[in-house]
């Protein structure tokens, strides 16, 4: 017999409106981060932050606050003539197939309250301590490709704080975390080893960093289930669209 999945694989329509724009606007605030790194200006609007110019590999053209976007308005301000535009719909309720857009992947927000208790971590995180350190980092979150810059020393005095756990002196897990005005951002997560010991260690390490803040982020897939087990709850569902022309 197969076995059941988690309960919350029967809630995925269901919308914390609180913390899904809390984890939308700390998202947004961090691509517009990446941007400014890369010398890019974003705008932060009524309801979405965006860049009129193409933005850095694997981060978003815009991303929507609320769920009241137009889509039309929000794909004006775009750079759709260049290869690559995306638009990260928090909410997952924009169509955008009609401007020439289709599906990317679609994720889950999540929210982990402050003060929780992480599970048990194989390694001990801690924070970077130099921007030396960064290619190193970016190299091992690449599954072992040379760094090309994506992470900008920049970042380092801008609010974003990376994470690392080593294991004889190797970078071998490590994540993002992201500080807004309520919540800790995390992101880019990754390890060689198991997820979990992962996901234990670098909440612990956030835990001693903001205790009073909650964590948000997002994930989807066994890496969502992940996170779940070591104590996020989904709170609604996002989608990025990719301009095809």
């Known amino acids: 017999?197969?076995?059941?999945?988690p309960a919350?694989?029967?809630q995925l329509?269901?919308?914390d409106a609180k913390w899904a724009g809390a984890a939308a606007r700390n998202n947004a605030e961090w691509c517009d981060a990446v941007c400014?790194?890369?010398g890019l200006q974003g705008e932060f609007g009524s309801g979405a932050w965006s860049s009129p110019h193409r933005?850095?590999?694997l981060y978003p053209d815009a991303v929507t606050l609320t769920p009241e976007v137009s889509a039309a308005a929000l794909v004006a301000l775009l750079d759709t003539a260049s290869p690559g535009c995306s638009v990260k719909d928090s909410f997952a309720c924009?169509?955008?197939?009609p401007m020439g857009f289709e599906v990317l992947f679609e994720a889950q927000w999540i929210h982990r309250e402050a003060g929780g208790t992480p599970g048990v971590a194989d390694l001990d995180w801690e924070p970077l301590k130099s921007a030396e350190s960064l290619p190193a980092w970016e190299t091992a979150w690449n599954d072992g490709e040379e760094s090309t810059g994506l992470f900008r020393p920049e970042l380092l005095s801008d609010g974003t704080t990376f994470l690392a756990a080593r294991s004889e002196g190797r970078i071998v897990a490590g994540a993002i975390a992201s500080?807004?005005?309520s919540v800790v951002g995390v992101s880019n997560l990754f390890t060689s080893a198991d997820e979990e010991s992962a996901w234990a260690g670098c909440l612990a390490e956030v835990a001693r960093l903001w205790p009073d803040l909650p964590v948000v982020g997002y994930e989807s897939g066994e890496s969502?289930?992940?996170a779940v087990r070591q104590g996020f709850t989904p709170i609604g569902p996002l989608r990025v669209w990719l301009h095809t022309g």
Do not use: C, Q
């Open 224 to 226: 969502l289930d992940s």
């Open 1 to 5: 017999m197969d076995a059941a999945p």
């Open 55 to 57: 933005t850095p590999p």
């Open 13 to 15: 329509v269901i919308i």
């Open 94 to 97: 924009l169509d955008l197939e």
């Open 179 to 181: 500080r807004g005005a």
């Open 8 to 10: 919350w694989h029967d």
């Open 36 to 38: 400014r790194a890369h």
